[in-house]
């Protein structure tokens, strides 16, 4: 009887069911950074998320939202993306020892195949990026799931192993399963030139190898019909309806992801940076231990099975061309089919590693399993501080600190989509929570489709300043249809309409902007710090409200939006404390105000400054 861990199957449930559980001990509790509480909103609500739309993700999202595992909707959908990204790691098992099996004899001979796969599909499980996914809600969870089972279904149809008669049932169950891989993210594209290599290396040109691909094209079509809900669901007007994509033109438009092309391909000091991000990455990404491994692995894999080598190498590197050629800065989730190549070959490496301690040493051969978990157990201790975000409140507490600024039935200008913007819409949609005050991204008023949504939630909001909205839109138009535009008109006409909707708000609204809002769209009006925001108003020594009392969780990680958020904290401190200075000369005001942000960022030189302009 074989041992349970070396039968493919057991060894891919218990990958998956341990990475579960890692999972669930680090899980977020709430809403995340960027785009995680428009993403919420869009699966709580059927809505329709920004491109590419990702219409898969919004309906198995709105089931596990109604799933009672959790109070919140939110801890629901981030147990959603443990569960995914552990069942893709289980997946990986099955796809990662058959790559072991296809490597050759001597790797596939008493080298414990599905131990070595498990191993690797644990290395890439508790790898940083791969680990965080998992944390919160994201597309990226299901989209690993999604190619796990595409490279599974591949594998399978395409090269079985001895014993094993797929047939032609297996091609079509492959097609569709990369069509539905496309509605949830179109980085799905990226497998094309590996599998299509592999395809036609194994299969050949010949006119069977083409007319099965014809034949594939029907169940693919039938996965990618599930786009169709895009525009049916965006006729329906719900509540979060990004692209406003209710006509061909801006259906294709939000599929394609024009919205996001100005980033793509722009110039070589991108890809440098990317790259050397990358490069300067990798080794920590798995510990050292996982990428040595996959060193080792890749030259097992190209010594036994070269043509497979060349289409592992092909995923690798033709996603390491697309992510260097995108100019974000939360560019890691991009990387993440070249990490599966990492876990596969290091899968090939561990294989290879217990095949020769085998050949040497036969009688450590019940040893070999458990040294292989341990080696895996390496990324699990090295990241678990890091990767572990059970406490962080941080974004819900910026969220709820910033509302808490904000006056009844306010109107606030930002573009802290990071922080606040995106779960803004979570708690005003799903939670219903201060649903008075009107939330503007400055940045999405760019598109005209945001405008078309700002009137559907505050249809005051556009009619009291119709005439400059329809201006802009004028100009906006040529620019969105690759027309020739004055990009100065453009500007003029986006201005004339924010300071519009300022001005035509403030004698019913209280009317905010928060820090990072340019000067000369608040011309003639000042800055009343008040909380984490800014009120407008006509009287240049305004007294602020009373400092409303912050909810503040600390969490003790650092990194490039973390710091931010108490950067901001201290910035809102700061400016209050500049601003009783200045304009009412109250000293002791201001030094209450430099010691609390002391508290967020103790480094500030904004914070010594005004520390130095204070009596002792």
């Given at each position: ?11 891919a ?40 739309g990702?219409?898969?993700y ?32 289980g997946?990986?098992v ?9 490597t ?48 599974l ?5 395409g ?21 539905l ?28 190898s ?73 080794p920590?990404e ?6 040595l ?11 036994g ?8 190498a ?6 390491i061309?697309y ?16 990490y ?82 995106s ?6 949609i ?28 505050r ?9 400059e909205?329809?201006?802009f ?14 990009p ?24 905010y ?53 108490r ?6 401190f700061?400016s ?11 000293v ?29």
């Amino acid at each position: 009887m074989k041992h349970p861990v070396k039968q493919p199957g057991t060894a891919a449930l218990l990958t998956g069911l341990a990475a579960f559980a890692v999972y669930c001990f680090t899980v977020a509790p709430g809403v995340g950074f960027i785009d995680s509480g428009e993403l919420a909103t869009v699966a709580c609500t059927l809505g329709i998320a920004h491109p590419t739309g990702y219409p898969l993700y919004t309906i198995l999202g709105w089931v596990f939202s109604r799933i009672p595992v959790a109070h919140a909707e939110i801890a629901r959908l981030n147990l959603m993306a443990a569960l995914f990204c552990s069942a893709a790691a289980g997946i990986l098992v099955l796809v990662f020892r058959r790559v072991v099996l296809l490597t050759g004899r001597k790797q596939s001979a008493g080298s414990f195949p599905a131990v070595s796969a498990c191993g690797g599909a644990l290395i890439l499980a508790f790898s940083a990026t791969y680990w965080s996914q998992a944390l919160e809600v994201e597309v990226y969870p299901l989209h690993l799931l999604l190619v796990s089972l595409v490279l599974l279904q591949f594998l399978r149809a395409g090269f079985p192993l001895p014993g094993e008669a797929p047939g032609e049932r297996s091609w079509y169950l492959f097609a569709y399963a990369v069509g539905l891989a496309f509605t949830n993210h179109m980085t799905t594209v990226l497998l094309a030139p590996a599998l299509l290599y592999l395809y036609f290396a194994r299969h050949g040109g010949s006119r069977g190898s083409w007319t099965r691909l014809m034949k594939m094209s029907l169940p693919f079509l039938a996965g990618l019909s599930l786009y169709l809900y895009v525009p049916l669901r965006a006729s329906r007007v719900p509540p979060l309806n990004w692209g406003y994509a209710v006509s061909l033109e801006r259906f294709l438009w939000h599929v394609s992801g024009k919205q996001y092309q100005v980033w793509m391909f722009s110039s070589m000091d991108v890809v440098g940076k990317q790259l050397s991000y990358f490069i300067r990455g990798l080794p920590g990404e798995f510990a050292y231990v996982g990428l040595l491994l996959s060193i080792a692995g890749s030259l097992v894999l190209w010594r036994g099975n070269r043509r497979l080598a060349i289409g592992v190498a092909l995923m690798f590197f033709v996603c390491i061309a697309y992510a260097a050629n995108y100019d974000i800065h939360d560019i890691d989730s991009y990387f993440l089919l070249a990490y599966i190549c990492v876990g596969m070959t290091a899968s090939v490496g561990l294989s290879a590693a217990a095949a020769l301690a085998l050949e040497r040493f036969p009688r450590i051969r019940n040893l070999v399993p458990p040294v292989i978990l341990c080696v895996c157990a390496i990324p699990l201790a090295v990241h678990f501080r890091d990767a572990d975000e059970s406490g962080d409140h941080l974004v819900e507490d910026y969220t709820m600190n910033m509302f808490s600024s904000l006056r009844a039935d306010a109107v606030v200008i930002s573009y802290q989509w990071d922080y606040w913007v995106s779960a803004s819409y979570y708690y005003q949609i799903v939670g219903d929570f201060r649903p008075d005050v009107t939330v503007i991204d400055k940045e999405l008023l760019r598109r005209s489709w945001y405008l078309k949504e700002l009137e559907h939630r505050r249809p005051w909001l556009i009619a009291s300043s119709r005439a400059e909205v329809n201006a802009f839109l004028a100009q906006v138009d040529l620019f969105e249809h690759g027309l020739p535009y004055d990009p100065a008109r453009i500007q003029a006409s986006y201005v004339g309409m924010i300071e519009s909707f300022i001005r035509r708000s403030m004698p019913a609204h209280p009317v905010y902007v928060t820090g990072e809002i340019e000067p000369e769209f608040t011309r003639g009006l000042a800055r009343v710090p008040e909380g984490l925001a800014f009120r407008l108003s006509a009287a240049r020594a305004d007294i602020p409200s009373p400092l409303p009392s912050f909810t503040y969780r600390p969490f003790a990680r650092g990194g490039r939006l973390e710091d931010m958020v108490r950067r901001l904290y201290a910035e809102a401190f700061l400016s209050r404390g500049e601003y009783f200075l200045a304009n009412l000369h109250d000293v002791e005001e201001a030094r209450k105000c430099v010691e609390k942000a002391g508290l967020y960022d103790p480094a500030s030189p904004r914070g010594r400054r005004l520390a130095a302009l204070l009596p002792n």
